[in-house]
């Protein structure tokens, strides 16, 4: 059974996702899907598995990357703090990281990294980081799930979370079964 809190996330993420443009998220409007990204990214935090086993008194680090905006990820840090203080009992430390920052970074393994922009020619030595360091990568921006990003969201007649399972295997990230189930899985 989901705890209320994520019970609430459930309900408020399915009564935004009716009102979503299905065209305007499938042709790719950056705005558009960092903002559902940003929305879905404590649904796949709190479905990790090794959550649970660490000290709950530490707050969850969330590193908001850019490449050149980091009032994008201020914005992105502002709109999830204002609806998700909290993932499992733990506050969260959100903040805006460069490319060139996050690789001097040590972050812990439960650390979380979302794409606040899209990333191309570097996408593929951030998703090896990653997972030498078993980072959490989410991207709201088509295509980076296949390219071997953890975790996104595909958007068909509705809009459902999906996961690379290995990049997820590479990272030594166990998610939740009931995450697993509703989530479109990439091989």
Not at 30 to 52: T, Y
Not at 103 to 115: G, H, Q, T, W, Y
Not at 126 to 139: D, G, H
Request: glycine share 6%; net charge positive.
């Amino acid at each position: 059974m989901l705890q209320s809190g994520k019970k609430i996330l459930l309900v408020i993420l399915l009564m935004v996702l009716p009102f979503v443009g299905e065209s305007t998220l499938a042709q790719g409007d950056v705005s558009m899907r960092r903002q559902l990204g940003i929305e879905q990214l404590p649904l796949v935090i709190a479905a990790n598995k090794d959550l649970g086993a660490q000290d709950s008194s530490e707050p969850l680090s969330i590193l908001l990357l850019y490449r050149d905006s980091p009032q994008v990820a201020e914005q992105l840090k502002q709109r999830l703090l204002k609806t998700v203080p909290v993932i499992r009992g733990r506050e969260l430390d959100v903040r805006g990281i460069s490319l060139e920052d996050l690789f001097a970074e040590n972050p812990s393994s439960l650390s979380s990294v979302f794409l606040a922009e899209p990333l191309d020619d570097r996408i593929d030595e951030v998703i090896r980081y990653a997972e030498t360091k078993r980072l959490l990568l989410y991207s709201p921006f088509k295509g980076d799930v296949e390219r071997g990003v953890a975790a996104g969201f595909k958007v068909t007649h509705k809009v459902l979370p999906m996961v690379n399972t290995r990049a997820l295997q590479r990272a030594r990230i166990q998610l939740k079964a009931f995450f697993l189930r509703i989530a479109v899985k990439y091989e």
